[in-house]
């Protein structure tokens, strides 16, 4: 059963920072692509970072310079560090897995909560 487990949402400031960790079982993790996706309200998901196999990366403008996308083989997880937060960054993080292998292997997380706000 694959499952991957958000962690480290919450309440910051503008300007602030938050790291989010997303812990990864019942996959081949190190095969697979890692992305952060994120969902605001009255908005659709979009991407936020990916990591693959690899280790290239990939990230939206709107976070370029400020989100740092990195990945743990030997644990499973993949990060996301977020600095200089913005309002407009509130949303909720989706963690997701991603290979490719005759058909696609596609799965989520449940999501964690980030608010940006004084």
């Known amino acids: 059963q694959v499952q991957l487990v958000e962690s480290g949402g919450g309440l910051v400031q503008p300007g602030g920072s938050l790291r989010l960790s997303c812990a990864a079982s019942g996959i081949l993790f190190r095969l697979y692509t890692m992305g952060w996706y994120r969902q605001a309200p009255e908005k659709q998901r979009e991407l936020v970072a990916t990591i693959a196999a690899s280790g290239t990366t990939n990230y939206a403008d709107s976070v370029k310079g400020r989100f740092t996308i990195a990945r743990d083989n030997a644990q499973n997880t993949v990060y996301l560090q977020m600095n200089s937060l913005k309002p407009e960054d509130t949303a909720v993080y989706y963690c997701?897995?991603?290979?490719?292998?005759?058909?696609?292997?596609?799965?989520w997380g449940q999501g964690t909560q980030v608010t940006v706000s004084s």
């Open positions: 997701n897995a991603q290979r490719r292998l005759g058909n696609l292997y596609n799965y």
